[in-house]
């Protein structure tokens, strides 16, 4: 009869080991869905993000393109979404070439410019590290810089026959 208490004895410290080690790994894995699933949002919300950044460009280009190719004197208003929280969208007129040195609230865009970049002449402020080269187009100055309201820029598009003059609305 002690025999068999003690053998239950030991069937009950196993069965306690045994639910110990179901617990850890089913901590393991949920710890680990957790980490892939976090993971796998922060990469979507990124990915998500750069398309609207280029939907943007490829919307005011396209954009641009289109008043360049209508007569002269010919205008467009143009309503786009920005994406982000930007306060501001700077134009810097690269018609006859890019200004090689310019003056704005925004450091990033000076450095840029007057560093001789003329890949670049529509930026997001602030900062002004997100850009884009939207075609040839003049600004009435060296640089401009628009305001967002609500998410959206408003802008002014008038052909000038072979480039686009940019202004805000």
Same mark, same amino acid.
């Given at each position: 009869? %002690? ?6 004895? =030991? ?5 306690? /080991?045994?639910?110990?080690?179901? !617990? ?11 980490? !892939?699933?976090?993971? /796998?949002?922060?990469? +979507? ?11 943007? *460009? $490829?919307?005011?280009? $396209?954009?641009? *393109? ?5 007569? &002269? @004197?010919? &205008? ?14 700077? +134009?810097?007129?690269?018609?006859? @070439? =890019? ?6 609230? !925004? ?13 670049? $002449? ?5 900062? %002004?590290?997100?850009? =884009? !080269?939207? %075609? ?5 100055? *060296? ?17 000038? @026959? ?5 202004? @805000?609305?």
């Amino acid at each position: 009869m %002690g025999n068999k208490g003690q053998k239950k004895h =030991f069937e009950k410290k196993a069965q306690v /080991a045994g639910q110990i080690l179901l !617990y850890v790994l089913a901590i393991i894995v949920f710890s680990m869905t957790l980490l !892939y699933g976090y993971r /796998a949002v922060s990469y +979507f919300t990124q990915r998500t993000t750069e398309i609207s950044y280029l939907q943007l *460009e $490829n919307d005011i280009k $396209n954009e641009i *393109e289109k008043v360049e190719g209508d007569s &002269m @004197g010919t &205008m467009k208003k143009k309503v786009s979404v920005i994406p982000g929280n930007y306060k501001h969208v700077c +134009f810097v007129d690269s018609y006859e @070439g =890019f200004p090689s040195l310019i003056t704005t609230d !925004y450091p990033l865009i000076e450095d840029h410019v007057n560093s001789n970049a003329d890949d670049k $002449n529509m930026f997001l402020a602030p900062p %002004g590290d997100t850009s =884009f !080269y939207i %075609g040839d187009i003049e600004v009435g100055g *060296e640089v401009v810089c628009i305001e967002v309201t609500g998410g959206k820029v408003t802008l002014r598009l008038e052909s000038m @026959g072979d480039h686009v003059k940019v202004s @805000g609305w």
